[in-house]
């Protein structure tokens, strides 16, 4: 059989650089392609629009620089993915969806668009995935999907830390899913311990989030002198360098750039519970906690501070886990991940799940189900189910576990 070439590579984004988190990361990919020998063609929504006429657009376009393969960063819109779909199909080119998320909690929204957006997903040539329980769940799914979990090690060049000061350092978007105002309650419970302990919260701010903050703040004076609000910053490393913990209060993550820079800079990372992310698992130098849980939380990192022999080996813990990281082989992934595209899907290695992680997939939409659950989504799941409650997620549940017990049969 004759192994496919590919050589240019349309890499379609939403935009460039100003995304967030691990988009923004994912747009310093076509350095890395041009690096390992590729022509990568970058093309935004301001390229390709939104309207109907972005699969006439797209086609043209992979024709004209008669691309080979497409790599889509941005599959949230319903309209867009399908339509870029549709262009790869008219031109004859594989395409393959970098998948930034994580299913369960799409799954969790009750939002009917979902649906449509995993459908479209299962009809690309492959899925890439930031972490290996999304990636078993594509595979359960019937898909091809690799992980490849994402670190711009090149923007972060690794430094040692010798002193853990008691200040707690958050690194996040100021908006609902990160919860930064669970970081201020966080330290207000540490301060009872550690009364000198601080906050420092970097990043962009949504007015309405920081509004509640302050109005919160202002009602505790004396913790107000205790939280400094630093905004968005290019190069986070002095911050690393002067804090002695990372706190990470997230509803979810696909994959944390906060808590791989956190350890880069050799922090212990105190985070809620997000087992699914290889980062925290146990023996990283990172602790997990319940999901909104402010004093289990607090009392980890009282602790730590309390030990400094034991924060400073969690920190070089937290070192290794990041020099991990930074080996992974992206290039080798890929090369992986393109030799299996020039395969049909029949003899495609990148589909068998994983029936370790399988637990982990199941585990991971129950949690992600009951935290779906709030008041927003529970509003939305009326509309859609005529009651509250997870029909839904049952259903879906009930699926996979059909999906899991073949794949442990086929063990036996």
Known sequence: MVMRAFKK??????????????????????????????????????????????????????????????????????????????AARAVGVPIVVFWHSVFSWMIAQ????????????????????????????????????????????????GFRRNGHPHRVLWMGRFVGLKRPLDAIRVVERLRRDVPEAELVMLGDADKAKLSDIERYLRARPELRT???????????????????VGLVTSKFEGFSHSVVEMK??????????????????????AFQVPQGDVDAAAA?????????????????????????IRAFDQHGAYERLFADLSMPMSGSRLTTPDPRRTKSVIDTLLDHGAMGTDV???????????????????????????GVGKVLCRQK
């Not at 994912?26 to 890395?32: K, M, W």
């Not at 501070?305 to 991990?324: I, K, N, P, T, V």
């Open 300 to 324: 980890r990192i009282a602790e730590l501070f309390a030990d400094a022999d034991e924060c400073r080996r969690q920190g070089e813990l937290a070192r290794r886990s990041y020099e991990a």
């Open 226 to 244: 205790a939280v400094r609000f630093e905004g968005f910053q290019k190069d986070v490393r002095p911050f690393l360098a002067s804090a002695g």
């Open 264 to 285: 880069m800079a050799s922090l212990p990372v105190v985070s809620y519970a997000m087992p699914y992310l290889e980062t925290m698992e146990e023996g990283t130098g």
């Open 110 to 157: 009750a939002n009917p668009r979902v649906r449509a957006i995993f459908s479209l997903l299962c009809q690309a040539d492959a899925i890439i995935a930031l972490s290996r329980t999304d990636e078993t769940f594509f595979r359960l799914m019937g898909c091809r999907s690799l992980a490849i979990p994402y670190c711009d090690a090149d923007l972060m060049e």
């Open 376 to 402: 927003s989504v529970r509003r939305h799941s009326e509309k859609l189910f005529g009651r509250p409650g997870a029909a839904g997620l049952r259903g879906t549940v009930g699926r996979f576990l059909i």
């Open 9 to 86: 590579i349309a890499m379609i984004y939403r935009e460039i650089g100003t995304c967030g988190g691990i988009q923004r990361g994912a747009s310093f990919q076509v350095d890395q392609f041009r690096g390992w020998g590729y022509e990568p063609v970058v093309l935004t929504e301001q390229d390709l629009g939104r309207d109907a006429d972005r699969k006439e657009k797209l086609a043209a376009i992979l024709r004209e620089r008669q691309a080979d393969l497409v790599i889509e960063h941005d599959a949230y819109s319903e309209e867009k993915l399908s339509a870029d779909i549709a």
